[in-house]
């Protein structure tokens, strides 16, 4: 088999020469949705169908400052099931005890959740290529209906000689066992990724590929871990690998793209011309460094182009997915306001702007047809046009009660339960008390997202006096009560009134980090209205609340950052509450750690000196001494 | 000549089966510069060099919410030089007398600032297709060394039948006379775009570009206006057009992407491999809705992978710019601080996290071979590794003199004249006295942009006392001083605080003005950070504040909106300041379009009646009443 790499693109120029144009577009309003084909892990009965595969959770998260709780976790995960990706993947489950915990709530729940149409997703935990990592994957997610274990290595040659320290010979046979390993505990669905594909030899993928599927290796992902592709030379890879590798008819080829050079969605759509039938991506583009692919515009461009323009891969051409588009936008906001990672205002589909036209004194082009500038409506991505266009807005003042409230969360798309709206309705009269105009429908969400971050807290504020200005000396007074439900206050002074607050809780709660970021933003127009802040912290290194995790990539230790959210009409209030929020979820964190270690602890006595794999899932494990 | 729409993606697919794969990908620290090709309208002597043709003054001002100041146009067109571009599109000189006089003051000066190896960017005002506009166009950049007109009239079906209303012959019609118009009146370097290209019928095109060339067009730009276009489809366009139209080897063929599937970046390359020489792009990739093709997305795609990826067009296909990347990050925070459009953390090459990988306990992999998960460095972008790493970070403190300011400044990038200067270290001093720990590199650059809002301020704060919390009522004291040097203050409460404050600004202003958007974050880590405030506000609707303009793409006047910023130590001074900032902005505007409006009248009266092609300058104009 020989693999030529000397360029050919003037191929891809004689194919451009005749592409397909629609003359005339049309904005999709309502996306139409064909069946979904029946689930079996190496093959889709219909190959026009294109599997969605969100990992949000997994290589989202790990964005700098994007931890989230399992409890968040597990409201993302029902609204991707909602937004109907194929697969979820829940997170890396041998990271840390609370990673372990949210992919297996995950699985046991939503994992099971089957709906009408007998759809449930998919739910897959990453794992190195190493048995500990496996077990603890399948441990997380054999509870699911469909589970799928995620196993990879990195395959290019500055990664195996960097990294790895390992031959190629050596790194075949990793993988190799890994994939058996994985079958021998009893998963069927096997998902294999070659690291740093992008980078890699293409013989070499071809051979560790090939390997793999013997082994029983149903999806094949390829990932450009750095971002390193052109469209067409990652198009380029996928092609020769779905024609080269020895058993492709027997797996489904899998895209996963990095964003270093803005081309993820372009080289994902790229490998789904030629075949790819699965693409891996994160609401809003998430991840490290520059993100991944965004689920919203591969979705969106295939809704729109899926049916005239990917004809390059296997069956009709005629791409679809069975994405239920109306549901990006609530997702995107949720995603977007759980892991702290704003989009910004001109984001392709879910961006501020991207539906906001310079508005005119007359609007006429827009009004007329609004297809002269839009390809798509924002209805068709769950996104209603603000109140000044449809004049539908909503406004609820002190008076309304706890009905009206659930009434409209429910309609804006939140499903709350007893607790959680008997919260905000208390939250929602204390606002309200002061906001005489009443709280439009972005002001009650900014609620629900400040009361999520106040759910199961272990400190609450229940006092704030503050005195700045332009002369004069900050000072600010705060008063909090405890888990243990004694009440404490300290008066302090600072640079500016922010840092006099922070230090006074700082105070009170006697914890040990630092501030990494500081936002702060209205919630909608007008001076009244009302801020949300969001804070991201950190545990101070070696210090009492450290919180180390698994990095999957670098297989090293990373302290955990996590991000807090408050909101009131009242700024000073709005981020005393965003940094509790924050230290709250640390705190949380910690103590399910300590559990965890206490209990392995315990189980360690039992079986006298006996290690379990558990009670080292949270140790470190370096490359080398592994495999 | 026949043009086939059938589709051809099999070509494609045999294209990608041999797409040449660099192995081993070392990151860039530098970027090896070739020399400049000498510039000629219609030509490049080396059929290799892509020109970046810059639009973030127009297309990316034309945001919601951008709006620059003349001065904060000058700035960025002086940054614009420094990076290299060859064409700088200054705006549309038509919209309003504040957006003409940009024009010509970027024309006339940086236009004219001819670099030790010869390079001067071009000047390039956009105009429609009308007299009127191509001659305000032509009288705004003809004091450039090498003035260029961009007119523009749409050619796809929907726009020409509900925009335009007019039939395609009629369409070829004004575009031919206008380019026709634009060479009557000396100018010699002409580009013309058919706006929404990428919804067009290709014959169409044909047909239109064919006859422009004959009166003397030089470049030829094809927008995908919509952002409708996969790359393989756009990359199509560009070649049929490239090999079919009449005249096409004495024009530049260039591309102008809009973003709105996240796609800009893409089509940009795959029109770069079809043969295009000149791209379109904003830096930051701003622009209205989903914004532009990023100019640092294209221009490190290039860097990377020009001399290998790019074999379709004429030349060897070994491209390259002449773009120095060192100045990307000091440009893009520069667009970013003055237009108020904030880049997401994960934005390629640019985002706060584009660069920043979750730290771990060891960072062995990094440090060991940072090429690893880098593909750049973020030093060839210009952007130092922060000061915990580099260790060399310097902190300037009370003490520190205005030289050392000075000099520091210098070494970050920021070139201040002496006014300048001496304004940014009196604020320095204010706030050093506050924050005991000393400024840092990135707080004193918040100072530097704090004071470019206030240069020229017609009203300034003097005084603010603020008091909040919890419980209580919000209340603050505002004093100020206004251009008449009276100190006025009021005492005023709120809702929140920044409510109390804005309302007091109101009243002591007496203006009429909304808020849009509010932000603030923190400049840097840890509670004791500078915080930089960002406002938009929008004069309200028929109000004595109020700014029309005229948008370039529907024609209709548009209100402008104005953004400001303010940093300090204390929140609430520094959203006083950017409040003050941003109302400065809108003051300064109105005063221009009055002292125009008032010449205008004089000159009216002296022509008894003669109505001036510049007193029309600022009425609405529509499409049907002209051509």
Redesign the interface.
């Known amino acids: 088999m020989k ?23 049309t904005p999709v309003d309502t996306v139409v949705r064909k069946p979904r084909p029946r689930y079996i892990p190496g093959e889709i009965p219909d190959p026009d169908y294109v599997r969605i595969f969100d990992t949000t959770l997994r290589d989202g998260e ?3 400052g994007a931890t989230l709780t399992s409890q968040e976790k597990l409201e993302i995960a029902r609204m991707l099931a909602k937004l109907g990706v194929d697969i979820i993947e829940a997170g890396f489950p041998i990271a840390s005890p609370d990673d372990f915990a949210a992919v297996k709530q995950i699985g046991d729940l939503v994992g099971n959740e089957v709906d009408d149409d007998g759809y449930v997703p998919v739910i897959c935990g990453l794992s190195r290529a190493f048995p500990k990592d496996i077990e603890r994957a399948w441990d997380a997610v054999k509870g699911a209906k469909y589970p799928r274990i995620h196993t990879f290595i990195a395959t ?4 195996m000689e ?2 790895l320290m390992k031959t190629p010979d050596e790194v075949v046979e990793i993988a190799v066992n890994a994939v058996k390993f994985a079958k021998s505990l009893g998963c069927n669905d096997i998902e294999f990724s070659p690291e740093d594909a ?5 013989e070499f993928l071809l051979r560790i590929l090939s390997a793999v599927i013997k082994e029983g290796a149903t999806t094949l992902n390829i990932p450009d ?9 990652f ?6 690998l779905r ?1 080269n590798v020895e058993g492709a008819d027997k797996v489904v080829f899998s895209t996963h793209c990095q ?5 993820a ?3 994902s ?2 490998g789904a ?2 075949g790819a039938r699965q693409l891996e991506c994160t609401i809003n ?7 991944n692919a ?1 689920l919203e ?1 591969i979705v ?2 295939l809704a ?2 899926g049916d ?6 296997p069956g009709t ?1 005629r791409l679809y997915t069975s994405i239920n588009p109306v549901y990006i936008s609530p997702t995107s906001k949720m995603v977007s306001e759980y892991t702290g ?9 879910v ?1 501020a ?14 009004i ?2 609004k ?5 798509m409506t924002p209805e068709s991505i769950g996104l209603m046009r603000g109140d000044s266009q449809s004049g539908a807005g909503i406004v609820l003042g002190k008076h309304s009660g706890r009905n009206a409230i659930g009434t409209r969360l429910k309609e804006l798309g939140y499903d709350l339960d007893q607790d959680k709206l008997n919260a905000v309705f208390d939250r929602f009269k204390q606002v309200a008390e ?3 105009g009443g709280l439009e429908d972005e002001e009650l969400e900014a609620l629900v997202l400040d009361q999520a971050g106040m759910t199961n807290s272990l400190w609450k ?1 229940t ?10 000396i ?1 000072t600010a ?1 705060v008063k909090m009560i405890g888990p243990d439900m004694v009440e404490r206050y300290v008066a302090t002074t ?6 006099a607050v ?2 006074a809780i700082d105070l009170i709660l006697g914890v040990s980090v ?9 919630v909608n ?5 009302m ?1 949300v802040t969001r804070v991201t912290i950190s545990p101070k ?1 070696g210090g009492p609340n450290d919180a ?1 995790s698994i ?1 999957a ?2 297989g ?4 955990r950052k996590f991000s807090g959210s408050g909101s ?6 709005s981020s005393a509450r965003a940094y509790v929020s924050a230290i709250n979820k640390l705190l949380s964190w910690n103590a399910r750690r300590s559990q965890k270690l206490a209990a392995d602890q315990t189980k360690l006595d039992a079986d006298e000196g006996k290690i379990t794999s558990e009670s080292v899932a949270a140790e470190p494990m370096s490359v080398t001494e592994i495999a």
């Not at 583009?285 to 993100?291: D, S, V």
């Open positions: 693999i030529s790499t000397s360029c050919a693109l003037a191929a891809f120029l004689a194919a451009c020469s005749s592409a397909p144009t629609a003359l005339y577009a790990q964005s700098p290019s040659p500055i990664h960097t990294k992008g980078r890699s030899d293409p871990t750095t971002g390193w592709n052109m469209p067409w030379e198009g380029g890879l996928i092609k020769t024609e964003n270093d050079l803005g081309l969605t372009a080289n759509l790229a011309l030629n583009g998430i991840g490290e460094r520059a993100g965004s515009e969106m461009a729109l182009k005239s323009n990917f004809q390059g891969g051409g990672m704003i989009c910004q205002p001109h984001k392709a589909i961006g702007n991207a539906f906001k036209h310079e508005s005119g004194i007359h609007q006429d082009g827009m007329k047809n297809s002269t500038y839009e390809i002061k906001k005489k504020i006092g704030l006096q503050v005195s700045t200005g332009m002369s004069g900050p007074t600072g640079t500016g009134p922010v840092d922070y230090k630092e501030l990494e970021t500081y936002q702060m933003s209205a127009e007008g001076i009244e209205a801020a290194e180390p990095n990539q670098s090293e230790f990373t302290n009131d009409t009242d700024i000073m209030t």
